[in-house]
């Protein structure tokens, strides 16, 4: 598969507040594109009809995920997949109401889009800021906004442009480079696969149209090659004696057999020898695919060490400034000792300092202040106890985030960008 290829792969998020609609939105998309089972299909029709529903209820489709979700069987994010004779998609889905940051944030580092959802009969909410805040921060390359339930604002073309001034007037202060709208009912159909009747005055794509185009082949960094080893692969049966290969994901840049290569924290230097993909000798790899490697020389390498060109090295620093998202009850204070997740690597380190907060209203900082709490974002200063290989979250959003864990409950609590 080269870069070409990959670019028939969109992954991505969805966003919104309480009822906007998620659920129904990629009900729909399965349903129109024909990505669903007959069985499931025909569950979803004989429930709505139960309930006297003179139409289909999509959101049906999704709810009975998350009544798996609920018993347990997934945690997190649950991810969704449907094609396209375009493309390929994986849907980062955001179960629960109050965890739609969360969600956003863990899914953030490989997604190429993020849909947002406004309900028309609202206009833009505090959750809206707060989702496209984090977008931004997050660097998701595209942003999609659908103002939903059109149906029930009577297609107007007003309330739509109106969302959308407003929408700009907040987006224009933030670093989104690529930001789309489009007025859907996610419910009744319009503009998600099919083209809407009701809304003649639009002259932009579906929503589905827009996913199959939108450019992603440059979304990933394929300049600054960037192997975390996630697992040392050795068997030990007679015929592969020899064998020791190195599995994890591509977080940046082109490797290919042949390569010269340098191990971090070693240092020690090699060359390539194969690269495999699901069983199977490649020619290339790149963001942000699994691979397994071998290299020409046996050296000592473990999980948590790096493979980079000699060339071009990633940041080796036990000091970072990160943006963090605080994502637990208990408020976040200077000096708190936690787990930093970077990478396939984990080490102690502590939270020294809070610089600033932003409220995700106005954008402004608040200074002097002393701990953060649930789903407030921040500046803030972080010491680990090991060296950390990293790049700026501006180059690298696989290499530049991090993620922290409470050592005692061992529970997510934040989540970063590194500046
Ligand atoms: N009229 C109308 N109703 C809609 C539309 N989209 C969703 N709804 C309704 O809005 C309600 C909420 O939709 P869901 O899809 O469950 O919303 P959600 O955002 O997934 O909700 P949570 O995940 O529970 O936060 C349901 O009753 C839907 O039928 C739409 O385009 N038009």
């Given at each position: 598969m080269?870069?070409?290829?990959?670019n028939q792969l969109l992954r991505f998020t969805t966003a919104g507040s309480v009822d906007d609609g998620k659920s129904t939105l990629i009900g729909r998309l399965l349903f129109d594109s024909k990505s669903i089972f007959e069985d499931q299909i025909e569950a979803v029709k004989t429930s709505s009809e139960k309930k006297g529903?003179?139409?289909?209820d999509l959101s049906l489709l999704t709810d009975g995920l998350k009544s798996e979700r609920e018993q347990g069987i997934t945690i997190d994010v649950a991810y969704r997949y449907f094609a396209t004779p375009k493309r390929k998609f994986i849907i980062a889905d955001t179960p629960g109401h109050t965890q739609y940051t969360r969600n956003m944030v863990t899914g953030a580092s490989t997604a190429n889009l993020a849909i947002i959802l406004v309900d028309a009969r609202k206009g833009l909410l505090e959750q809206t800021y707060r989702h496209s805040f984090i977008a931004s921060l997050l660097k998701i390359p595209h942003v999609v906004v659908c103002v939903n339930k059109m149906d029930l604002v009577d297609y107007s073309e007003e309330v739509y442009n109106n969302i959308v001034s407003d929408y700009e007037a907040f987006s224009s202060k933030l670093d989104i480079k690529d930001v789309q709208f489009v007025p859907i009912s996610a419910l009744k159909g319009d503009n998600v696969v099919e083209r809407?009747?009701?809304m003649p005055w639009f002259e932009g794509s579906t929503l589905l149209y827009h996913l199959e185009h939108v450019h992603i082949a440059?979304?990933?960094?394929?300049?600054?090659?960037?192997?975390?080893v996630q697992m040392v692969i050795r068997p030990h049966t007679h015929e592969f004696q020899d064998f020791r290969g190195y599995a994890g994901r591509i977080d940046g840049g082109i490797f290919k057999p042949g390569d010269e290569v340098k191990v971090?924290?070693?240092?020690?230097?090699?060359?390539?020898?194969?690269?495999?993909?699901?069983?199977?000798?490649?020619?290339?790899?790149?963001?942000?695919?699994s691979v397994t490697m071998t290299l020409e020389d046996e050296i000592d390498i473990s999980r948590g060490d790096m493979i980079v060109r000699p060339n071009n090295q990633p940041k080796v620093e036990q000091d970072l400034e990160v943006m963090v998202c605080w994502m637990n009850q208990k408020a976040l204070q200077s000096r708190t000792k936690v787990i930093l997740k970077h990478t396939t690597k984990e080490c102690q380190a502590m939270v020294k300092d809070i610089q600033y907060k932003v409220d995700v209203n106005t954008l402004h900082r608040i200074e002097d202040i002393s701990e953060i709490g649930m789903n407030d974002i921040a500046r803030v200063s972080i010491r680990t106890?090991?060296?950390v290989f990293f790049d700026s979250?501006?180059?690298?959003?696989?290499t530049g985030s991090i993620i922290l864990i409470d050592p005692n409950t061992n529970e997510t609590v934040g989540a970063g960008m590194i500046i």
């Open positions: 080269s870069i070409q290829e990959n529903f003179d139409y289909v809407s009747e009701n440059s979304d990933f960094n394929h300049i600054d090659c960037r192997f975390p971090l924290p070693s240092g020690f230097s090699s060359k390539i020898k194969s690269i495999e993909l699901n069983g199977e000798a490649i020619e290339e790899a790149y963001a942000p695919m106890a090991q060296p979250y501006r180059k690298n959003r696989m």
